[in-house]
């Protein structure tokens, strides 16, 4: 996740956390790509910074494409290399659980990706 300036704002550009107005209402989702016309209303509304998603995540096409295969085939090889490294047997801790989650949990919002449910 990236902090920049409103102004600095791209078209394309996508954002890792949701805008919210002075009353915590979200005015645009996380994952939402901007526009031109998105950008003149953040800056129009006095928003001074916004948080993206980093760019190299966008560029290999990682961001909000969920329905594409390419991406869901590389999703699937990244969660059995996770699974590998993570999930070692029966016995695991609680805390190693909870750990295991978060960490995917992260890495999943970093990448800006939606997971399929299992089976």
Do not use: W
């Amino acid at each position: 996740m990236q902090t920049i300036a409103v102004k600095d704002a791209k078209p394309g550009m996508v954002l890792a956390r949701p805008v919210e107005d002075a009353l915590g209402r979200v005015m645009i989702n996380a994952g939402e790509k901007l526009t031109e016309d998105l950008i003149r209303v953040l800056i129009r509304r006095g928003y001074a910074e916004i948080e993206i998603r980093p760019l190299a995540t966008q560029r290999v096409g990682l961001a909000g494409a969920a329905g594409n295969e390419d991406q869901q085939a590389a999703m699937a090889k990244l969660m059995a290399e996770f699974r590998v490294r993570f999930e070692g047997g029966a016995a695991q801790s609680t805390a190693h659980k909870s750990l295991m989650r978060v960490t995917l949990k992260v890495l999943v919002e970093q990448l800006g990706v939606k997971l399929k449910p299992a089976g």
